[in-house]
């Protein structure tokens, strides 16, 4: 089935360009999204999806109220939702494997919907920086055929990614939360993007691919064995100054966050902590947090 946006089929295009000009409504949802002053998210009903992971649930669950993510500098945040349902996933795309990771999130979405419940799949995409190698726009369009692929009607709703969103707020850090109760999808702030936050990013850091971490039927975060190969030449990197990691490890320098910085150089002490991954997944199992009283996820 085609993708849509307004009940009219949207076209394969060559540049964000040309589909914001056949489809100016868009233009204007995302205006009125970026208008939006970034929500801080409670801790306590959050559920952080971080770079190659997506997490799906429904409005009955009583752990998770709002799925979220952000640092999207050249990334983009995918939200799919179903009307009737209720049933929503968060995915942060950065284009390591679109055209497989796209059916995983509408997937997530479908297998949690009555099929006999009204209702359509709406989609929501956030992010991009407008970087010199085109790293964004090329995944912006990936993202949209991939979506086009799919047998399953999908309205396309908001669209505020690459260079619209450049122009549009100074904010390049892309963020987005989705509420699961009422489907409200917003520009979002997080103090807390646990657990296991170290673990993992350093999965990612590793060139793992996109992963599922949250099982909705137990309400629980679930990290899945990993693997990755021992690297001292990475201990070169924590002796290097800001603009050196940057400049190297960044598709974006000039739009990273200020925490950037920070971020790799503790996933990098993490893996050189850890040289493999086998002490951490104990008889090959996964780990596995709770919500605990105090609002928490807490190993289970």
């Known amino acids: 089935m085609p993708l849509l946006t307004q009940n009219k089929r949207i076209e394969r295009v060559n540049s964000t360009a040309e589909l914001f000009s056949k489809h100016p409504h868009l233009k204007e949802s995302a205006q009125q ?21 997506f997490a799906a649930t429904t409005p009955a669950d009583n752990s998770v109220s709002i799925l979220g ?3 999207a500098t050249t990334c983009h945040l995918v939200v799919l939702r179903h009307t009737g349902s209720g049933a929503t996933c968060l995915a942060h795309c950065d284009g390591s494997s679109t055209w497989t990771e796209v059916p995983l999130i509408v997937n997530a979405v479908t297998s949690r919907s009555n099929p006999a419940k009204e ?63 009422t489907g409200q ?7 807390c993007r646990g657990p296991a ?6 999965r990612t850091f590793s060139g793992a691919q996109m992963v599922e971490v949250y099982d909705s039927s137990r309400e629980l975060v679930k990290i899945d064995p ?10 070169f990197w924590l002796s290097q100054d800001d603009e050196t990691i940057l400049q190297y490890l960044s598709t974006s320098p000039h739009a990273e966050p200020p ?22 997944f104990p008889g090959g199992q996964p780990q596995l947090y709770r919500r605990a009283e105090d609002g928490r996820w807490k190993r289970a």
């Open 33 to 53: 999204f970026v208008s939006r002053s970034p929500e801080v998210v409670d801790t306590k009903q959050l559920l952080y999806v971080q770079q190659r992971e």
């Open 69 to 71: 993510s952000d640092d």
């Open 119 to 181: 209702g359509r799949l709406e989609l929501h995409l956030v992010g991009g920086f407008d970087d010199d190698r085109s790293t964004s726009h090329s995944l912006s369009l990936s993202i949209l055929a991939a979506f086009q692929k799919q047998k399953e009607e999908i309205q396309l709703e908001t669209c505020c990614i690459t260079a619209l969103y450049e122009t549009l707020t100074e904010r390049l850090c892309p963020s987005s939360g989705v509420n699961v109760k």
């Open 185 to 191: 999808v917003f520009p979002a702030s997080f103090t």
């Open 197 to 202: 936050e170290e673990l993992r990013s350093a």
């Open 226 to 235: 990993c693997r990755w190969t021992p690297n001292n030449d990475m201990a």
């Open 259 to 280: 925490h950037f910085v920070h971020h790799i150089k503790s996933t990098i002490q993490f893996l050189l902590d850890h040289p493999t991954a086998d002490g951490l």
